[in-house]
């Protein structure tokens, strides 16, 4: 078996099938030795598992969900670039991940619900998956989904 399927099959991570798109765009495009995924949103067999903004209060997707929502992003994102590299043992490195939050107009926490993509790209990529980032707070995403993760990869 090879070495990122043990690491997924050790951490009880099975990839998810490549989200189709819902616009007129590909899940992941390679470049040279770079594959960079479109926006993932956190679709879990074809929907979303809350809708609307992040932030303290009724209504709104509680930070900790939230952050639970970026991490299936991060694997919608991965099972893109598998499709197109055909095996994650292939990556070299997460270069970069961007997140959006949509964010109620008073919360702050973008980073801290980014780290859900961070921090199981680590777990699964170990010092590999340590990369630049950037967590910003829109006003609304596709869908009126709370998040949306895409990543850049180096692959050999």
């Known amino acids: 078996?090879?070495?990122?399927?043990?690491?997924?099959?050790?951490?009880g991570i099975d990839l998810p099938d490549v989200v189709p798109p819902v616009a007129a765009y590909t899940p992941?495009?390679?470049?040279?030795?770079?594959?960079y995924t479109s926006g993932q949103l956190p679709m879990v067999s074809g929907a979303l598992p809350a809708t609307g903004?992040?932030?303290?209060?009724h209504g709104r997707v509680p930070a900790d969900d939230a952050k639970a929502y970026a991490r299936i992003c991060a694997l919608n994102a991965l099972a893109a670039a598998k499709?197109?590299?055909?095996?994650?043992?292939?990556?070299?490195?997460?270069?970069?991940?961007v997140g959006f939050v949509a964010s109620e107009?008073?919360?702050?926490?973008?980073?801290?619900?980014?780290?859900?993509a961070s921090e199981v790209l680590g777990e699964i990529f170990g010092d590999a998956g340590v990369h630049a980032r950037s967590a910003v707070g829109v006003a609304v995403l596709p869908l009126d989904s709370p998040v949306e993760v895409e990543l850049i990869l180096a692959f050999e």
């Not at 078996?1 to 951490?11: F, S, Y």
């Not at 008073?106 to 980073?111: A, I, K, M, N, R």
């Open 53 to 57: 903004k992040v932030g303290d209060g």
């Open 1 to 11: 078996m090879a070495a990122i399927e043990a690491r997924l099959a050790e951490l």
């Open 28 to 35: 992941a495009v390679v470049d040279g030795s770079h594959v």
């Open 83 to 97: 499709s197109v590299i055909g095996s994650l043992d292939r990556v070299t490195r997460v270069v970069k991940v």
């Open 105 to 116: 107009p008073s919360f702050t926490g973008q980073p801290g619900v980014i780290n859900g």
